[in-house]
């Protein structure tokens, strides 16, 4: 199912970039103590490529990385192949891994208080990562760090490297990890909710800094928000989870103008208007089933307007609808036309 | 005429930092002369520029911290010293959601007996009512027993932040500080806990100090916006007018930066320039060297505030000198 993920589209990328995947996640799963909370996601990150990861809370998005980059507790078992170039990253040791997080594949985690250290200068912190990945040492390194700093428009930069986190706003902060996220030059940056802290002046300054960056080096970003504009400004393509799987992903400007699952549906409906007149928000009826209770079907069922008798015994696999387009629904493209007994159908054709 | 709930009267907070170990102090203000007030039931939003302020003055409206200058009025009687019974007294009636909700929850306790504290520090009520209201509190914004049985660290991002505006609201309060509440949530989930947040207002008359870079959310839940610029207030007034036709050449900045899924209908407006550092604050209006439309006087004098015929107040030269009715810049 590596072919699913699709690449990004060639006229965005320099030819000298190879097509050949830079990172594939295949069969990942994860339990805690027993209870799966991903299962089973397949997906192709490729160089320069921008992927926007949404989906309800608590469905998966920050746990399938941790896995990916070997960060989950102990208590978590993880199956399935995390490769890097090529190189096998599930069970992989501890030092390697070390090596490779924070240089060629970076995490910005999505709790600023489990990043950043409360009684280490933040200077030092990315002066860290500029030690062991970049190999500065003394004077350079602070050069470096002023320059990164600056980079993401902390104010004051200078003066900032010897401040302790506390001493910075929350958009400070944030913009601080992501200050060290770039230090290691990363050739993926995993960045988990990175603006929610920043304005909208300076959200879009750091969104367009690291689309620059990709463009620049190749950098592959997987950007995940629950920040639906967020992510349609920023990627070229959008993967949807839901209840521990990918329900849909397509290309960004066809996913936001034609959601194809229910579930991005309703999420597109429960956004906001930031035009027209006020009314109350709709939020998806229901609640997100606990891993624990997962229904035995699609895990959306029990919310879904679309339902139908077989959606609650099948698990709907990830379905290509068009070109570049995939949905794990039953309902499948004709969820517009609503044609349920044509579809069952064809499902059990 | 609704009374008001909440007054800050000219705040001002500087803090002093230093460069190096021996390097000299210098002082950032972080909040510079701020006025608000919130009327009793509504919703204020203070939103604008990262660093601008707007939690230290959340902070300084709760007594959590001293202003230098200024004064403070809840309900219009001047906040007690901090750490006093008066002021525990008061506080109950006035609760803070921060902004980072693993930082905001004791990772060894159940979420439900988070929830509960409150109640069990007030002695309110038999302890198998305390847990059926935690229980009540925790389903009102979403979650349900088995979230309540778990850590902090078991739960999702989303599922966190309800917990802690569960815990914030169980007490009742009459005022409640929102640092950034729904940053951390989904979208589907984020339009419950502002319909629960919106409901929860009506029926108990709560009044909201919210704190929000989400200005699709602001537009959503408050009737009147603040928006800061480097510890001042620079456009004060209804929020449909604010989003609808910013006047100050910051808000419409920040209005037009908003994210928007699908294709965008309204040119994004990119400020150049020197991030703003509150340790250097530039002379005139603090937003000269990054606006488009700063004139000679901008850099010498600071702006003070003109009231449009709207009501809404703007700390601009631009706007000063303009008809008010004429939309100023471009
Ligand atoms: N250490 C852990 N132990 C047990 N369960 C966990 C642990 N970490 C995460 N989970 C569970 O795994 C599921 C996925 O969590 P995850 O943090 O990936 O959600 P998410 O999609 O990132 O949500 P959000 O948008 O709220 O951040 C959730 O049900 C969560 O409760
Ligand atoms: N304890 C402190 N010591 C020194 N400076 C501080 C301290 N707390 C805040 N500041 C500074 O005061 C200014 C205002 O901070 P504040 O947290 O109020 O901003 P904010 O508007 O809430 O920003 P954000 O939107 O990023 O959360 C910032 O420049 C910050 O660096
Ligand atoms: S498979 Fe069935 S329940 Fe699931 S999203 Fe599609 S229609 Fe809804
Ligand atoms: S006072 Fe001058 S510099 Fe400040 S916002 Fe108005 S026009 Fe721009
Ligand atoms: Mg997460
Ligand atoms: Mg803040």
Not at chain 1, 139 to 166: M, N, Q, T, W
Not at chain 1, 249 to 254: D, G, H, N
Not at chain 2, 289 to 314: H, K, M, N, Q
């Amino acid at each position: 199912m590596a072919n699913l993920a699709g690449t990004a589209p060639a006229s965005a990328l320099p030819a000298a970039w190879s097509s050949q995947p830079l990172l594939t996640i295949e069969g990942l799963t994860v339990d805690f103590s027993g209870v799966q909370v991903i299962r089973g996601i397949d997906l192709t990150v490729a160089r320069g490529e921008s992927i926007g990861i949404v989906g309800e809370s608590g469905s998966g998005k920050s746990v399938t990385w941790l896995a990916a980059l070997g960060l989950l507790p102990r208590t978590a078992t993880v199956s399935g192949s995390i490769r890097l170039d090529g190189e096998e990253l599930r069970g992989a040791a501890a030092m390697r891994l070390d090596r490779i997080r924070g240089g060629r594949v970076a995490m910005i985690f999505q709790d600023p208080s489990s990043a950043l250290n409360p009684v280490i200068r933040i200077g030092r912190q990315v002066g860290e990562v500029l030690a062991r990945h970049q190999g500065l040492s003394g004077s350079s390194i602070r050069a470096e760090a002023k320059r990164l700093f600056e980079l993401v428009g902390l104010p004051d930069a200078g003066r900032r490297f010897d401040a302790y986190p506390h001493e910075l706003s929350g958009g400070q902060n944030q913009r601080v990890m992501i200050a060290t996220a770039l230090a290691g030059k990363p050739d993926v940056l995993v960045a988990d909710e990175p603006t929610t802290a920043l304005d909208a002046t300076i959200q879009a300054q750091i969104l367009d800094l690291l689309t620059t960056v990709r463009r620049e080096t190749g950098m592959a970003l997987v950007l995940i928000s629950h920040d639906l504009g967020v992510v349609s400004e920023t990627c070229e393509r959008i993967m949807v989870m839901y209840g521990g799987l990918v329900v849909e992903t397509a290309p960004s400007e066809s996913i936001f103008a034609s959601p194809r699952h229910p579930y991005t549906q309703g999420l597109l409906a429960a956004l906001p208007p930031f035009e027209g007149a006020l009314r109350r928000l709709i939020p998806i009826e229901g609640q997100v089933p606990e891993p624990a209770t997962m229904p035995p079907g699609c895990p959306f069922a029990p919310r879904c307007p679309q339902r139908m008798a077989v959606c609650e015994v099948t698990i709907p696999p990830l379905a290509q609808t068009e070109a570049g387009r995939f949905s794990a629904c039953i309902a499948g493209p004709a969820t517009e036309a609503q044609q349920p007994l044509k579809l069952k159908t064809s499902v059990l054709a | 005429m609704t009374a008001s709930i909440l007054d800050l009267h000219g705040i001002s907070r500087s803090y002093s930092t230093r460069q190096g170990l021996f390097g000299k102090k210098v002082p950032v203000h972080a909040v510079d002369e701020v006025s608000l007030s919130l009327k009793e039931g509504q919703t204020l939003a203070l939103v604008g520029e990262s660093g601008s302020g707007k939690s230290t003055t959340g902070r300084i409206a709760l007594g959590l911290e001293r202003p230098n200058s200024g004064y403070v009025l809840f309900r219009g009687t001047e906040l007690p010293a901090a750490d006093t019974p008066a002021w525990r007294r008061m506080r109950a009636q006035m609760q803070m959601i921060y902004q980072d909700p693993l930082a905001a929850l004791d990772r060894r306790l159940s979420i439900i007996d988070q929830v509960r504290e409150p109640l069990d520090i007030h002695d309110i009520g038999s302890a198998s009512k305390r847990n059926n209201k935690a229980l009540a509190m925790l389903d009102a914004v979403g979650l349900n027993a088995s979230h309540a049985t778990s850590l902090p660290y078991q739960l999702s991002g989303g599922q966190r932040q309800r917990a802690v505006l569960a815990r914030a609201l169980i007490m009742q309060p009459a005022l409640l500080v929102c640092d950034e509440p729904v940053s951390a949530l989904d979208v589907s989930i984020q339009a419950q806990v502002v319909n629960v947040l919106m409901d929860l207002q009506k029926e108990l008359r709560l009044s909201l100090l919210f704190i929000s870079h989400d200005l699709k959310v602001v537009r959503q839940v408050s009737q009147r916006m603040a928006v800061m610029y480097l510890g001042r207030i620079v456009e004060f007034g209804e929020t449909h007018l604010l989003l609808s036709s910013p006047t100050h050449p910051y808000t419409k900045a920040l209005v037009s930066a908003v994210p928007v899924a699908g294709r965008r209908t309204r040119e994004r407006i990119i400020l150049k320039g020197e991030p703003p550092n509150p340790a250097a604050r530039p002379t005139g209006c603090a937003f000269h060297p990054r606006c488009a439309i700063a004139r000679p006087e901008c850099v010498r004098v600071s702006p003070t505030f003109s009231t449009l015929p709207d009501g809404r107040s703007v700390a601009c030269h631009a706007v000063h000198t303009n008809p008010p009715t004429k939309e100023v810049g471009s």
